[in-house]
T-cell receptor, first 115, second 114 residues
Framework: AQKITQTQPGMFVQEKEAVTLDCTYD???????LFWYKQPSSGEMIFLIY??????QNATEGRYSLNFQKARKSANLVISASQLGDSAMYFC????????????FGKGITLSVRP | EPEVTQTPSHQVTQMGQEVILRCVPI?????FYWYRQILGQKVEFLVS????????KSEIFDDQFSVERPDGSNFTLKIRSTKLEDSAMYFC????????????FGPGTRLLVL
């Protein structure tokens, strides 16, 4: 089974609107971390936000927030007030306690922001 | 703000040649990683490195690959005899600790094997 699933083929959002990018994960470890990275067309991987499995509150970082639903094993990224510069590929990733710290990535979601 | 750097940004090589990809992790970080991303595909883990030794490697990281931290700042990935399928973006990453610590990625080296 895939560890990280990102099934949305491509997302479009109007500038200044909010958008949710979906991510579901699969693990039997009680302790894990979930991460979102942004990859613009230039290719670099930019860290956006982190959620720990034991965190009581959903993570927020500026315009980014993580809708963490542990029972459903989902960790959706919400981007508020979309900007043109948000157009990029977005990757969800997980680190499990038994995985010696490596990140396992989903296949990514392309987000296009329309003016 | 400290960042991970990688050189070169692009490299073109002939099949069978050796390549060395270089990385300078963030200075106070202890854990170092290499990942690769074949064009249009997801990012895949290659190897993690801590305390001057490999702590984990994936199936991709076969005998053609090696990593080294030759001094206190550089972290290198060597591919001894490149194959066409080694063409990919190679990312170096570092983190201050192991669990629950964010890994910060470098800008990547785009390797093309002809």
């Amino acid at each position: 089974a895939q560890k990280i699933t990102q099934t949305q083929p491509g997302m479009f959002v109007q500038e200044k609107e909010a958008v949710t990018l979906d991510c579901t994960y699969d693990t039997s470890d009680p302790s894990y971390g979930l991460f979102w990275y942004k990859q613009p067309s230039s290719g670099e991987m930019i860290f956006l936000i982190y959620q720990g499995s034991y965190d009581q509150q959903n993570a927020t970082e500026g315009r980014y927030s993580l809708n963490f639903q542990k029972a459903r094993k989902s960790a959706n990224l919400v981007i508020s007030a979309s900007q043109l510069g948000d157009s990029a590929m977005y990757f969800c990733a997980m680190r499990e306690i038994g995985a010696n710290s490596k990140l396992t990535f989903g296949k990514g979601i392309t987000l296009s922001v329309r003016p | 703000e400290p960042e991970v750097t990688q050189t070169p940004s692009h490299q073109v090589t002939q099949m069978g040649q050796e390549v060395i990809l270089r990385c300078v992790p963030i200075s106070n970080h202890l854990y170092f990683y290499w990942y690769r991303q074949i064009l249009g595909q997801k990012v895949e883990f290659l190897v993690s490195f801590y305390n001057n030794e490999i702590s984990e490697k994936s199936e991709i990281f076969d005998d053609q690959f090696s990593v080294e931290r030759p001094d206190g700042s550089n972290f290198t990935l060597k591919i001894r005899s490149t194959k066409l399928e080694d063409s990919a973006m190679y990312f170096c990453a570092s983190s201050p600790g192991r669990m629950q610590e964010t890994q910060y990625f470098g800008p990547g080296t785009r390797l093309l094997v002809l």
